[in-house]
Structures are given as C-alpha cells and as structure tokens.
C-alpha cells in the first residue's frame, strides 16, 4: 500500500496518460498510471491517500462505473473527470455523485492542476476524519466492561446470542441485555454497523 498522497491517472489513451502524469510531476506529487479501470481495481486499497484523474469513456468499465463501483465500497478517494467526449449530463451526474470537477480535453493545465489540489485537499480531510472516528471508536470499546467486550467479540465472529450464552455460560437474556447496552454505548445501531466499523477501524 502507497501511504503518499498519490495522483492515480486512468485512461486508455496512452498519450494524455503520459501527459498528466508530466504535469502532474512538474508539481511534485508522485503519480501512478493505469490503462483501464479494471487494472486499477486489482491493485487499490480504499486506504490509499489521493485521488484519481479519471477518463469517462474507456472500454470494460467507463469512468463513471467505477465512481460508482468505488461509491459502493465506500471508498473516499476524491475523483477529477477528464474526456474529450463529455456532454453537460455526463458531467451532471459525475459531479452529483461526488465528483470534484469535469475537465474536458484538450484540458487547460491550471484547471486541472486546480481541480487535483482540490481533491487532495478534500482525501486529506476525509483520512484525517476516518482518524478521528477511529480514535472515538477505541475509547468506546475501552469503556466497556469485559463482559460486554467478550459479547462483542463473540457477535463480531458471527455467534447468535443462544451460542454467545452458552459460551460464556450465561442466560441467554443476560447476553441480550449485554448486547442492547453495548451498542448503546458504541453508538451504533446495529451489529451489521458495527462489523462493518470492525472491518474498517478494528476496535481489538
């Protein structure tokens, strides 16, 4: 995994990838670039900081199925349209689904210069958020008792409350009342939400 701020470029045209990823250089961000948007997948972690200038048409799956391929992941990192093909509703519904900006090609450097210090700005903000939810987080775990903690541990690895109880030997109304509380006190609203936080900000 990358943990510097890195300018992701996907596009099938060869020639504006080299040319990005120079304008991009001249700045001093590091850069990384991929033909297609499936190439891409194979390699990407949602904790990556930076963002992606991203083409809209490309063969196997358009700019504009990956946001929402990434949306679906919940992923944070903030994307810069680019195309020489785009029209107003394209970029409509880019820009409604949380894209930064839509640069049309032949692009004009410092707009798109501008348009990719923006998203690092916003990734920035977005990571520096997840870190303070993490740390939240931990201190609401560290405030359960251990019972609850053994509870939740046991939920977390799939266990339903009639297998937690006898695990733990007690009634299966006490694992109940356990359970009701410490979500209370995670302040989550369900253990699907909270497997879904113990995935992405481990709470052991």
């Known amino acids: 995994m990358m943990t510097e701020p890195t300018v992701f470029i996907i596009d099938d045209d060869e020639a504006y990838r080299d040319s990005v990823q120079e304008l991009v250089s001249s700045i001093g961000l590091p850069s990384k670039t991929f033909s297609s948007a499936v190439e891409f997948l194979e390699v990407f972690d949602p904790d990556m ?68 210090d923006e998203a690092m700005r916003r990734n920035a903000a977005a990571l520096a958020g997840a870190g303070d939810a993490q740390q939240q987080l931990a201190k609401r775990v560290a405030a359960l008792s251990s019972r609850e903690r053994e509870v939740m541990n046991l939920a977390l690895k799939g266990l339903p409350s009639k297998m937690i109880a006898k695990e733990l030997a007690i009634s299966h109304r006490t694992v109940e009342q356990h359970r009701s509380r410490l979500l209370e006190k995670l302040r989550v609203g369900s253990f699907i939400e909270l497997m879904r936080l113990n995935v992405e900000r481990p709470v052991d």
């Open 49 to 116: 900081p930076g963002c992606l200038v991203l083409d809209v048409r490309m063969a196997r799956m358009s700019g504009l199925a990956l946001q929402e391929r990434l949306a679906a992941m919940s992923a944070p990192i903030p994307i810069v349209f680019i195309s020489g093909h785009g029209d107003i509703e394209m970029a409509v519904k880019a820009v409604k689904n949380g894209a930064v900006d839509f640069v049309q090609k032949p692009y004009r450097e410092q707009q798109l210069l501008d348009a990719i």
